[in-house]
C-alpha cells in the first residue's frame, strides 16, 4: 500500500483493512520521506508511521510494516526504491499484491509495478487529504474545537489526538503560517487564462570539496537550505540571472569571467510536483571552481539569510532541511556532472 498518507485518514484506513483481509503482512509505503515539512506534506515519515500503528488492534500490528521511500523525483529511482524496500521484507517466493484505489493522475504510479497483482479497490469513502488539511490549517481562525469536530468523522481516534497535540507545536504555526502565503499567493493569479509557468535558475558551484548554500530568509522554506537562485526578470537572459542571484544572495567573490570558465553545464528540472509555488522549472548552472588556496569570501543578502560553503560530506546529514526538491537537484548535479554520489 503505497501513499503520503499526511495525514492517515479513515479511507487509508479502509484500504489497510481491505489488505488485511487479503494478506498475511501489509507493507505501508510512507512516499515523500526524508524531506522538511511543507504544507502538502507537514508530517515526518516516523510520525505517520506512528498514526498508522496507532490506528490498528494490537493483533493487527505486529501484521503492518512500514517503510519511508523519498520521492526521488525521478520515476524509474522512485519504483526501484520501492520494489528494494519491498522486496527486503517479503519472504523469498511470496506473492506481492498492490492496493490502492484510482483517484486521478496522481495515482498513476499504481501501474508502474509489472510482477504485482494490482488490487484495484473502489473509493472507500468521501476522504481527501488535500482538504482535510485545509481544515486543518484553519484559514477561518475558528475555535479549535470546531476544526477538531470537523475533522473527528474523518480521522482515527488516536490520530485526531496526534492532530490536535501538534497544534501547539511551532511546526503548526510555522506550516499554517506558509500554508496561507501559498495560499495567497496562488490567489494572486486567479483570474489569470490559465495558471502561470514559473522559470527560475539555481547554482550548483563547488569549490574545495564544498557546496555553496544559502538559508532561506522568507516564506516558502524559511529557514531551510537552498541553492542560490531565483526567478528569472523580464530582461534576463538565463545566464544573467545566474550571475545576478548569485550576486544578491550570496555576494560570492569571484566574477563573471571566472565562473564562466568554471561552469560544467546546465540540467532543466521540471517534475511538475517540484514546487509549492507553481509549475516551476528551473535551470541549474553546475559551477565547479577547483582547488584553491581559500573559499571564496561570501555573505547572504536578499532572500538570504545567510550564505555558507557546507563540506559536502556534511550535506547527506542535511537532507531533511533542504527546500523544495533541492537536495535531489545536488545529488543529481553532483553525479550527473562531477561523478560524485551522495550517501544516503
Known sequence: MIGRFQPWHNGHMALLQAALAQAREVIVVLGSAHQARNPKNPFTWQERAAMVQSALAPAERVRVHCIPVRDHYDEERWVAAVRQGVQALVPAGAAVALVGHFKDHSSSYLQRFPGWTLLSLPRLGAFDGTPLRESYWNFDDAPRSEVLAALAPQVPAP?????????????????????????????????????????????????????????????????????????????????????????????????????????????????PDRSLRGRAITHVHVFDLGNRAQLPAVQGGDDAALARWVPLAQVPALETRFFEDHFHVVQSCLEGFCAIRLPV
Open 159 to 271: 490520530v485526531l489526538d496526534f492532530l490536535q497535540s501538534w497544534m501547539d507545536t511551532p511546526d503548526y504555526d510555522a506550516m499554517r503560517e506558509e500554508a496561507a502565503m501559498l495560499r495567497s499567493y496562488h490567489a494572486s493569479w486567479a483570474s489569470a487564462p490559465y495558471p502561470p509557468v514559473l522559470v527560475t535558475v539555481d547554482a550548483v558551484m563547488l569549490c574545495n570539496g564544498h557546496l555553496l548554500l544559502i538559508e532561506r530568509g522568507h516564506a516558502p522554506g524559511k529557514g531551510l537550505w537552498a541553492l542560490p537562485g531565483g526567478f528569472v526578470e523580464p530582461r534576463d537572459t538565463l545566464w544573467q540571472a545566474c550571475l545576478r542571484e548569485l550576486e544578491e544572495e550570496t555576494a560570492c567573490a569571484v566574477d563573471a569571467a571566472m565562473l564562466a570558465a568554471a561552469l560544467q553545464g546546465v540540467r532543466v528540472f521540471d517534475h
